[in-house]
Each structure stands twice: as structure tokens, then as C-alpha cells.
């Protein structure tokens, strides 16, 4: 990958802090990265509570599931709103890898 497939540090931090700002879960996401590895497609994405920032990934269960980055940002919140409240950010990074199926539901 060259420096000009990466994506910009700050937007991608921008764009979970934005997300968690507006989420059920208080949990924001933002894709890093897609990429095909080990016979599964796999989203490196950074999450947030809005102080404290972390990289997770996310697998499909399927070799190329038809999913937009979107789409997974969207089940990481759905996923975290399912944790306990109390160090949520804690309990998703327990949780990593999590997975997710071709509708977008994501689970550990």
C-alpha cells in the first residue's frame, strides 16, 4: 500500500470522533483499511470513546461479503451498544477480532 492509498491520520480520527458523538453507543468507528488476507476480507478500523483512541479488526465470513465501509462502522456501534456502559471501549477491545456476516451484523 503507498502513502497515497493511506488515509489521513486526522480524518480518520475525525470521522470516529464524529461517530461517536452520534451513536447509541457512545462508540465511534472509522475504516483504516480493507484488505484481503487469509481467505477472509478484513476491516482495520479505529474506534473511540472520544478520549481515548484504539485499532480493532473486524473479519468476514465470507471471502468478499459485499459490505461498504459504512456498513461496518455502523455494526461496530450496534455491536458496542450490546456492551456493558461501564468501560465499553474496554469490553469492544476484549472482543477483538469481532466478526461480521453478510447483512452487516457484527459479533465477537
Partial sequence: MSAADQPDLEDVREHAAFHAGHSTSGIGASVVRAEYRDGHYVWE???????????????????????????????????????????????????????????????D
Wanted: glycine residues 6%.
Fill in 45 to 107: 478500523c479505529m474506534v473511540t470513546d472520544g478520549a481515548e483512541w484504539h485499532y480493532i479488526e473486524v473479519i468476514g465470513d465470507e471471502e468478499r461479503p459485499d459490505l461498504a465501509s459504512e456498513d461496518i462502522e455502523q455494526g461496530i456501534d450496534r455491536f458496542a451498544a450490546s456492551l456493558p456502559s461501564d468501560n465499553r471501549l474496554w469490553e469492544l477491545l476484549n472482543a477483538n477480532p469481532l466478526h461480521v456476516d453478510r447483512s452487516g451484523q457484527v459479533r
